[in-house]
């Protein structure tokens, strides 16, 4: 993977910003991305793959469970698609989403949630406390959560519980989540005739990721519906969150790719909310947006790039990206309760690095491993009830 933009790249994303056109209702269009979109209301849509859903290029994604009025405010201002899963906040996430959404008419919103298991009946016993927690008779999007391989994603007992699911009505539609290995997970989506949407990293970090686009272009052709998370690489450069990533920017970068229908990123604040549905107004670039997202640099912040460069470098075998991930949740999104849960569903026991006093992975970012793994480990010893 390049590490940096190349020149062709860059300049065919600032010929699509000074390409935009203005549309009906105030929606405004890049010459590259006209594909596959509509307007509603002045609020660009796309259609998520052979799902026919009809969806808004921003929705939401995580939410404090403590905080309702996010998701209300999303819904009432045009959002469609509202994102969780059956570990967020220890299920208190999906708790407070069935208090909402009681309330709304059961056609005004499209639900995600996403399960875990490694047998048919974990993952039916999951579902089933899931949909209790959200007081629902079935969820539009039922994804198989974190899935970092074919195998994962192909395995039978998973396969027929998901399959079981949907022939039940319970789950419209199945998908796979995935933060690593995405292109080999996403072909095994796209490929396979099970399951109808991915949802994926993808970000301007992820530019030169050339196999990712690949895949991503692939499942566009077959039909599968894509949802894109981390489009904000980490929302801050750094560990400090003095130096923010320009997220409207970020989204908009991301959203020039016809095949990504949609996105879910997650909010702190209601400014941060209203700032992220502006784009479903307009997505073009301006070229102070591209040069904030520094693309000419080979600086990721704190976002991890799940290139797996470092899979085997560890005699341990930790599994680097994921933590590295769990740390981008705590420092990054400042959300504890994610970074937790992330680290929870490593199944790691002890301190995760033991006694080893000599790191011998090498990042191709630069991130010192060890030190890293060391402050997020801290994170397992907090007792989840002060992890909202
Ligand atoms: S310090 Fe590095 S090599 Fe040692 S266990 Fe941790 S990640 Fe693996
Ligand atoms: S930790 Fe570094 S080498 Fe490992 S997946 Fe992330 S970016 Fe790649």
């Known amino acids: 993977m390049q590490k940096s933009l190349n020149r062709r790249n860059f300049l065919k994303l600032s010929a699509a910003g000074a390409a935009g056109g203005l549309l009906a209702g105030g929606g405004t269009l890049s010459a590259g991305s006209l594909n596959n979109l509509s307007v509603k209301n002045g609020i660009i849509h796309r259609t998520l793959g052979d799902t026919g859903l009809s969806v808004p290029l921003v929705n939401l994604g995580f939410v404090r469970s403590d905080n309702p009025r996010f998701v ?7 959002m469609t698609l509202i994102d969780t899963a059956h570990g967020y906040s220890n299920g208190r996430n999906e708790e407070m989403l069935g208090e909402v959404l009681k309330n709304r008419p059961r056609d005004s919103y499209y639900l995600v949630t996403k ?9 039916m016993e999951q579902f089933d406390i899931s949909m209790n927690r959200l007081q629902l008779d079935y969820v539009d999007i039922l994804c198989l959560h974190g899935s970092g391989s074919r195998q994962h994603t192909l395995d039978e007992a998973r396969l027929n519980a998901f399959s079981k699911i949907k022939a039940q009505g319970r789950a419209r539609f199945i998908g796979v989540s995935t933060h690593s290995n995405e292109p080999e997970v996403i072909r095994a989506v796209s490929e396979n005739n099970i399951y109808d949407v991915v949802c994926t990293s993808y970000n301007f970090r992820m530019e030169n990721y050339e196999d990712l686009k690949q895949a991503v272009a692939e499942a566009g052709d077959a039909g599968t519906g894509i949802i894109a998370m981390k489009t904000m690489a980490g929302v801050y450069w750094d560990k400090e ?93 400042k959300n504890p309760a994610l970074a ?49």
Do not use: W
């Open 340 to 388: 937790r849960e992330t680290m929870d569903a490593l199944e790691i026991r002890g301190d995760t690095c033991g006694s080893c006093s000599s790191c011998s992975v090498k990042c191709v970012q630069g991130f010192n491993v060890a030190e890293k793994i060391k402050d997020i480990d801290r994170i397992r010893r907090v007792p989840r009830d002060f992890l909202v």
């Open 241 to 333: 969150r003095q130096d923010p990533v320009n997220v409207k920017a970020a989204l908009k970068f991301a959203l020039q790719n016809p095949d990504i229908h949609t996105s879910i990123p997650g909010v702190e604040s209601f400014l941060e909310l209203e700032e992220n549905f502006e784009v479903n107004y307009n997505i073009d670039l301006t070229p102070e947006e591209i040069n904030d997202l520094r693309l000419d640099q080979a600086d990721t912040g704190m976002f991890c790039l799940g290139c797996e460069e470092c899979i085997g470098q560890c005699p341990r075998s930790i599994p680097v990206p994921d933590i590295m991930r769990s740390y981008m949740y705590a420092y990054g999104y």
């Open 72 to 78: 209300n405010l999303a819904l009432d201002m045009g």
């Open 115 to 123: 399960v875990r298991g490694n047998t048919e009946e974990q993952i």
